[in-house]
T-cell receptor, first 114, second 113 residues
Framework: GENVEQHPSTLSVQEGDSAVIKCTYS??????FPWYKQELGKRPQLIID?????GEKKDQRIAVTLNKTAKHFSLHITETQPEDSAVYFC?????????????FGKGTSLLVTP | NAGVTQTPKFQVLKTGQSMTLQCAQD?????MYWYRQDPGMGLRLIYY???????DKGEVPNGYNVSRLNKREFSLRLESAAPSQTSVYFC????????????FGPGTRLTVT
C-alpha cells in the first residue's frame, strides 16, 4: 500500500520566520495531496491541497509544492505567527482507485515562538 | 449545517466489552471514513464507505466492523474491545466524485482498560 513519510517530526521557529515540512510518498498512482492542521484536542482541518496536475499552489502565507518525478511534496509557511503552532499532517490519495481514502504521514509538531 | 457529528465524545470500556461509535453528516456526502489516531502514528484508515450500501477495509480493520446505515450515517463497532484499541477515532466524509476534500468530525476518545 501507499507509504507516506513526513519530516521533521518537530520544528521550532521564531515568529516571522518560514517553516518547511516535507513529505514523500511511495505509490506513483497517488494524485491528491492535502495538508491538515490539527490543534490540541481538535479535529484535523484542511489548510491546502494540491492535485497531481499542478506543481505549486499558494494561499496567502501557505504554499504547497509537488514534484511527481521525485514523489515528494512540501508545505511552506511564511511569516509564521504563534497561532500557526499545531501539528501538521500531509496525506496522499489514489483517488477513485482507493475510494479517495487518505494515507497520512505521522505529523510534524510546529512551535512558533514569539 | 452541523457538518460531521460523532457520539460519544468520550468512552471508557473494560476489555471484552462492546460498543458502537456513531457518525452522521448532513452535507449529503457520498463517501464516509473511519480513522484512528494514536500518538506519533498519524491517522490510519480503519474502514470506508465509498457510497451508500458499500464498505471496504482500510489499513487497520482487525477488531472492527462497520455499517453504512443510510447516506447520512456510518457506524463503527468494536465487538470485544482490547487495550490496543485505545485511541481517538475520527469519522470523515467527502462529497461526490468531483471533490477530494474530507471533512472530519470532532472525534471520540476511547480508553480500554
Amino acid at each position: 500500500g501507499e507509504n507516506v513519510e513526513q519530516h521533521p517530526s518537530t520544528l521550532s521557529v521564531q515568529e516571522g520566520d518560514s517553516a518547511v515540512i516535507k513529505c514523500t510518498y511511495s505509490d506513483s498512482a497517488s494524485n491528491y495531496f492535502p495538508w491538515y492542521k490539527q490543534e490540541l484536542g481538535k479535529r484535523p482541518q484542511l489548510i491546502i491541497d494540491i492535485r497531481s496536475n499542478v506543481g505549486e499552489k499558494k494561499d496567502q502565507r501557505i504554499a504547497v509544492t509537488l514534484n511527481k518525478t521525485a514523489k515528494h511534496f512540501s508545505l511552506h509557511i511564511t511569516e509564521t505567527q504563534p497561532e500557526d503552532s499545531a501539528v501538521y499532517f500531509c496525506a496522499a490519495s489514489k483517488g477513485s482507485n482507493s475510494g479517495y481514502a487518505l494515507n497520512f504521514g505521522k505529523g510534524t509538531s510546529l512551535l512558533v515562538t514569539p | 449545517n452541523a457538518g460531521v457529528t460523532q457520539t460519544p465524545k468520550f468512552q471508557v470500556l473494560k476489555t471484552g466489552q462492546s460498543m458502537t461509535l456513531q457518525c452522521a453528516q448532513d452535507m449529503n456526502h457520498n463517501s464516509m471514513y473511519w480513522y484512528r489516531q494514536d500518538p506519533g502514528m498519524g491517522l490510519r484508515l480503519i474502514y470506508y464507505s465509498a457510497s451508500e450500501g458499500t464498505t471496504d477495509k482500510g489499513e487497520v480493520p482487525n477488531g472492527y466492523n462497520v455499517s453504512r446505515l443510510n447516506k447520512r450515517e456510518f457506524s463503527l463497532r468494536l465487538e470485544s474491545a482490547a487495550p490496543s484499541q485505545t485511541s481517538v477515532y475520527f469519522c470523515a466524509s467527502k462529497r461526490g466524485e468531483t471533490g477530494y476534500e474530507q471533512y472530519f468530525g470532532p472525534g471520540t476518545r476511547l480508553t480500554v482498560t
